[in-house]
Nanobody
Framework: QVQLVESGGGLVQAGESLRLSCVVSGRIFSNRAMGWYRQAPGKPRELVAVISGDGSTNYGDSAKGRFTISRDNAKNTVYLQMNSLKPEDTGVYYC???????????????WGQGTQVTISS
């Protein structure tokens, strides 16, 4: 069973930066699309960024130009570099491993426990 462990959240001031990390257990990380999502209080979970196994990326509108998703397949880790943070970026950030099939085995959607990011004005 895949496990995802996020880290790097915290409390920072507006305009500062944070780097989130997500370490993924399992041997099929390099073939698997990964994503970061966030959920603010009272709001639905929303896409922040996704990265495919070949490194192509896609961002939610609020992240474009400020956030960068990347991956290190040797470390089974996906990162989210967040710059120019705003109070509206506050929320719990979740790492997501997209469903995939590998050698006849199906691996469903998997989520980490989340890491809190709080941006003060």
């Amino acid at each position: 069973q895949v496990q995802l462990v996020e880290s790097g959240g915290g409390l920072v001031q507006a305009g500062e930066s944070l780097r989130l990390s997500c370490v993924v257990s399992g041997r099929i990380f390099s073939n698997r699309a990964m994503g970061w999502y966030r959920q603010a209080p009272g709001k639905p979970r929303e896409l922040v960024a996704v990265i495919s196994g070949d490194g192509s990326t896609n961002y939610g509108d609020s992240a474009k130009g400020r956030f960068t998703i990347s991956r290190d397949n040797a470390k089974n880790t996906v990162y989210l570099q967040m710059n120019s943070l705003k109070p509206e970026d506050t929320g719990v950030y979740y790492c997501n491993a997209k469903p995939t099939s590998f050698r006849g085995t199906y691996y469903p959607d998997s989520w980490g426990q989340g890491t809190q990011v709080t941006i003060s004005s």
